[in-house]
């Protein structure tokens, strides 16, 4: 005989697993502009619109809702294929990709505040379609393309890091590219994919960089060229791509730190979408973009919804 007595518990775990969701129509069909910022404090500015001429607008998103914000400033036209930025919805630089024209610069800078744009010190390098990320006070651009010339024009693996006043050279890249996305901080930045000129195709490259050097990493599942990315150099997601073939894909790879694997696919498929840099997974939006086929934009925004 005892007297000794023992409950019973019961408990129930539930898996909801990460996915996309929708948000608000993005303002304009647009492609090819920059962005900053978690999802419920985010920019886009610039981009390249079906009409003729490039967009000089900026918007914010709250999460909820597209507000239409300041004009850019004069240095800029807006952009022409790939406008890149950094910093945040309050601080906020754009790296334009031309200063008027034809002929056509790519050395624009231009810094927002929260109300109004003003003008930067240009970058030392003529390029465009490089990859960004940071903040505005230590930001870093690296790659790009130079303005097309007699001998025609190449991916470069040049690197630059900004103080929120100067921009100074920094330690170029194992491999040129561009038409691809940068991640992370300016010491912890990664960049994936893109557009080589050697061969002149799409491409899996990774690269980390730590603030003094480039370090090669471990490929992407496949190639890709004009994705986005969004995290840390130790998570971040790359979220749609024009992949060879051509294919517009809607899928997205997650990188650890160490290597790429599978994760769920935007709803739809697209290239040089408008996302947020410095933003964590967790908060990644991606808008408008080239759907379906070149010249199609659409407007959409989609949002990614961690795993919980």
Known sequence: ????????????????????????????????????GPVSAAISFGGNPPSAGNLNKSFEYNGTAWSDEATLSDKTAGSLSGQTGF?????AVACADNAGGPPYTYVATIEYDGSSWSNGEDRPADRYSAATCGILTAGLTFGGRATPGPGGSF???????YDGTDWTAAPNMNTGRDNFNGSGTQTAAL??????????????????????????????????R???????QTDTLSMGSLSPGPSILASTMRYDGTSWSTNPSMATGRYNQHVGTQATVGTTWGAAGYVNASPNRGQTTEHFNEET
């Open 1 to 36: 005989q005892t007297t000794h007595t023992e409950e019973f518990n019961k408990s129930i775990f539930t898996r909801t697993a990460g996915v996309w969701s929708s948000g608000a129509n993005f303002p304009e069909k647009t492609t090819s502009g920059g962005g900053a």
């Open 87 to 91: 910093g945040t919805q309050t601080a």
């Open 155 to 161: 991916a470069f693996n040049t690197t630059l890091e």
């Open 191 to 224: 960049g994936g994919g893109g557009y080589s000129s050697v061969p002149n195709k799409e491409g899996s490259h990774t690269e980390e960089y730590d603030g003094s050097s480039w370090t090669n990493s471990n490929n992407q599942l496949y190639d890709t």
């Open 226 to 232: 004009m994705a986005k990315q969004s995290g840390t």
